[in-house]
């Protein structure tokens, strides 16, 4: 079961990070907004006034905001950091370069989709590494 949803988790990590940082800039904006401008926020009658409505609550949905952003962030850039290393490094046509890295490969290729693993087996049967 677990293994299902790691793999489920791993074919759409880019969408999730981009879905998790987006509730992160909300609530930030939220905290933001009730902390450094309290006093302009009281006589507003419009979408700001939700804002005033949950009150002392802001204090924590701007720190909520600030960690759910960063962990957003996080796998948004190792995502990004491990598909450039690796479509960087299958761009080659030497054997011997692929050999060289086949392990750092190997598991950074394990903690993206699967779309990546095809393409590693696919370079590998074309340069007939086993």
Do not use: C
């Amino acid at each position: 079961m677990s293994g299902r949803i790691v793999g489920f988790l791993r074919e759409y990590i880019l969408l999730l990070s981009i879905l998790i940082i987006i509730p992160g800039i909300i609530f930030i904006f939220m905290g933001v907004v009730y902390v450094f401008f309290i006093n302009t926020t009281e006589n507003v009658n419009s979408l700001l006034h939700f804002i005033n409505v949950v009150g002392v609550w802001n204090d924590y949905i701007l720190v909520a905001g600030l960690i759910i952003f960063g962990i957003g962030v996080y796998y948004l850039y190792s995502y990004l950091n491990k598909r450039k290393f690796v479509l960087d490094e299958l761009k080659t046509d030497k054997r011997s370069e692929i050999l060289k890295k086949r392990n750092k490969l190997e598991t950074t290729v394990k903690h993206l989709p699967r779309k990546y693993q095809r393409i590693l087996l696919e370079k590998e049967e074309e340069l007939s590494i086993k």
